[in-house]
């Protein structure tokens, strides 16, 4: 088993609607985990940083946290053409040793 | 304020050559990261500094990479004798604490150094 595992997609969503991203994760142990959105051909970048159980808003973004279930989710809501990118999860390993990536989700708002 | 930079943005050297790879933190941060990313690959972690000694420097690929770091400040990454499968985007990433420093430990990226290995 990976230790953080993203469908790779692509995950096409019409502009407007929700796009529901999922991570799961093995380290039960893990405390950080975070949302990077990243261009074709440009770094990451970070979106949102959740560490507790349960839901974080930041503007049209929401990160969800369930820490029994080992699995943390982005929502975009009121999708833009804009937002179509590759979006990575990432999760703190529970030794806080380093920080364990997947490999990501593409996805594509269409106009 | 000032994000993080990386030199060379890019970084084309022959096989078997030496390269140094530079990354300048965001002022103020402690921790420094250093990843890399093959074309239509995932991020793969190399190694982090707090301050300027690095807790885990298990993620280096091999004896040819070495990195170090002056202070809270700038870090290099070396790689000596290049191989092609060394080409890659190598990126740095600063958090203003370590990794066990939540909810300080976020990390932001520089725009990475594109290296070919000829």
């Known amino acids: 088993q990976k230790e953080v595992e993203q469908n790779s997609g692509p995950l096409s969503v019409p502009e407007g609607a929700i796009a529901s991203l999922n991570c799961t994760y093995s380290?039960?142990?893990?405390?950080?985990f975070f949302w990077y959105r990243q261009y074709s051909g440009k770094s990451p970048e970070l979106i949102m940083s959740?560490?507790s159980n349960g839901d974080k808003e930041d503007g049209r973004f929401t990160a969800q946290l369930n820490k029994a279930s080992q699995y943390v989710s982005l929502l975009i809501r009121d999708s833009q053409p804009s937002d179509s990118a590759t979006y990575l999860c990432a999760v703190i390993a529970g030794n806080n040793r380093k920080l364990i990536w997947g490999l990501g989700t593409s996805l594509a708002v269409n106009p | 304020g000032a994000g993080v930079s990386q030199s060379p943005s890019n970084k084309v050297t022959e096989k078997g050559k030496d390269v140094e790879l530079r990354c300048d933190p965001i002022?103020?941060?402690?921790?420094l990261y250093w990843y890399r990313q093959r074309l239509g690959q995932g991020l793969e972690f190399l190694i982090y500094f707090q301050g300027n000694s690095a807790p885990d420097k298990s993620g280096l690929p091999s004896d040819r990479f070495s990195a170090e770091r002056t202070g809270e400040s700038v870090s290099t990454l070396t790689i000596q004798r290049t191989q092609q499968e060394d080409s890659a985007v190598y990126l740095c990433?600063?958090?203003?604490?370590?990794?066990?420093?939540?909810?300080?430990?976020?990390?932001?990226f520089g725009p990475g150094t594109r290296l070919t290995v000829l």
């Open positions: 959740i560490y």
């Open positions: 002022s103020g941060h402690t921790a």
């Open positions: 990433a600063s958090s203003l604490l370590g990794l066990a420093g939540p909810p300080y430990n976020e990390q932001f």
């Open positions: 380290d039960r142990v893990s405390q950080s």
